[in-house]
């Protein structure tokens, strides 16, 4: 069923108020009046809504019935993705969201090929939650997770390191594995996974990771492309914690 979201400020009186900015989606769906879609409010409610009217400031839908969000995963986890050339982010955000990141942070680091600055950055931002929004929609989810930037590597290592299994994915890495950082919790609350650039990270970035609190671990033998790591690195969370 198509999917909406909407400020849970929005939904009264048994009817949820459509902002202008969903016309065009109602439109290019061709949802009609009397057709069924669900309005999300990114609080953990889902509501079953029947269109009523549809106006080119907004449109009023009925409510039908009210469930709980079920698709929201049992673990918050975060991502944090260096800044890369061309549109591995968008592939980065896209599939993050789909599998449950509940937010995708970026930063700039020593060996990025791309380095954005002022209003490009605030330009790729706004574009990368776009498509964090489209891929809440099409893959279910209770929320939007926000897209945001960090200013540097050590602001980036500041907020990561603050999840309660904090895992710095670094190719020099030979002691510890994924599973076993995962094995020694059993079900955190919160992860931050940080993966590098095209690149990799530089021995000083790796060492002030690990000194912030952070557990350096390796995704094994093979080395993966920036925008595959944090994917298979989140993929590895959402199955160790039941989220698959």
Do not use: W
């Amino acid at each position: 069923m198509p999917r909406f979201f909407i400020a849970a400020s929005n939904i009264f009186g048994g009817v949820a108020y459509l902002s202008a900015k969903e016309i065009e989606h109602l439109r290019a769906l061709r949802i009609r009046h009397g057709e069924s879609f669900t309005v999300c409010d990114g609080e953990g409610s889902d509501y079953t809504c029947r269109l009523l009217k549809m106006t080119p400031d907004g449109a009023e839908a009925e409510i039908i019935s009210q469930t709980p969000t079920v698709s929201e995963p049992s673990v918050s986890c975060t991502v944090f993705t260096a800044f890369a050339k061309g549109d591995k982010l968008e592939t980065v955000v896209q599939k993050s969201v789909e599998l449950g990141a509940g937010g995708i942070v970026i930063y700039p680091s020593a060996r990025c090929v791309s380095r954005p600055e002022g209003l490009s950055v605030l330009h790729k931002t706004g574009r990368l939650q776009k498509i964090a929004e489209e891929a809440a929609k099409q893959s279910g989810r209770g929320k939007i997770p926000p897209v945001t930037t960090e200013p540097s590597f050590r602001h980036a290592v500041a907020s990561a390191a603050k999840a309660d299994l904090p895992l710095f994915f670094y190719e020099g890495e030979t002691d510890c594995h994924l599973q076993h950082a995962l094995n020694q919790l059993s079900v955190p609350v919160s992860v931050s996974i940080m993966t590098g650039p095209e690149g990799g990270f530089e021995p000083e970035e790796a060492a002030f990771a690990k000194e912030s609190g952070m557990r350096a671990v390796s995704l094994g033998p093979r080395i993966l492309r920036c925008e595959t790591a944090p994917i298979a690195a989140l993929s590895a969370v959402m199955y160790h914690t039941g989220n698959f």
